[in-house]
């Protein structure tokens, strides 16, 4: 018996593409922990991430993640969670985007909005979507923000809301 078989350059082609979209590592129900001197700083966890080993290497979260920042008496000071996420290892920056919520435990406050990005090296947030941030003094709205990663010094784009003001201040 005599078989033969006969491929289109474009098929091989094709199919060999799709295997650099394949992801090298799968993981599920995940944990990272990022500590200093013995001190958990950060820790980081998902139902599922993928890793991919290219050019730029990243792992990607695509049921969701949070993120978890640490004082150094390890109470919790904020939390970023979201649908979605991506994390780009070697520049140390992660994108979340949809139902991104922030919370700084210290000051009360939640910040809500579909896409944030986290620049872990410069340990800085941002977003240029719409954000709204809750207080226990009434509500903010604006077009985007920069922040520090715990949320406490930030810079609203174009603020609106309204804040209760006390007199005496």
């Given at each position: 018996m005599l078989f033969a078989c006969r491929n289109e350059m474009r098929d091989i082609t094709a199919f060999d593409n799709s295997l650099d979209s394949l992801p090298g590592v799968s993981a599920y129900d995940i944990e990272f922990v990022y500590s200093d001197s013995a001190k958990i700083q950060v820790v980081l966890s998902a139902p599922t991430m993928h890793s991919y080993e290219d050019e730029d290497p990243y792992?990607?979260?695509?049921?969701?993640?949070?993120?978890?920042?640490?004082?150094?008496?390890?109470?919790?000071?904020?939390?970023?969670?979201?649908?979605?996420?991506?994390?780009?290892?070697?520049?140390?920056?992660?994108?979340?985007?949809?139902?991104?919520?922030?919370?700084?435990?210290?000051?009360?406050?939640?910040?809500?909005t579909e896409e944030l990005i986290w620049d872990q090296k410069k340990e800085i947030i941002y977003?240029?979507?719409?954000?709204?941030?809750?207080?226990?003094?009434?509500?903010?709205?604006?077009?985007?923000?920069?922040?520090?990663?715990?949320?406490?010094?930030?810079?609203?784009i174009k603020p609106r809301g309204e804040i209760l003001v006390d007199d005496d201040e």
């Open positions: 792992m990607e979260f695509p049921d969701g993640f949070k993120v978890i920042f640490y004082n150094d008496d390890m109470t919790v000071k904020s939390q970023i969670t979201a649908n979605y996420g991506i994390n780009y290892r070697e520049r140390r920056f992660m994108e979340a985007k949809s139902n991104v919520v922030v919370n700084n435990y210290d000051t009360d406050e939640q910040l809500n977003s240029n979507k719409f954000v709204k941030i809750t207080t226990g003094d009434g509500v903010l709205y604006g077009d985007g923000l920069h922040s520090d990663q715990s949320f406490t010094n930030r810079h609203i």
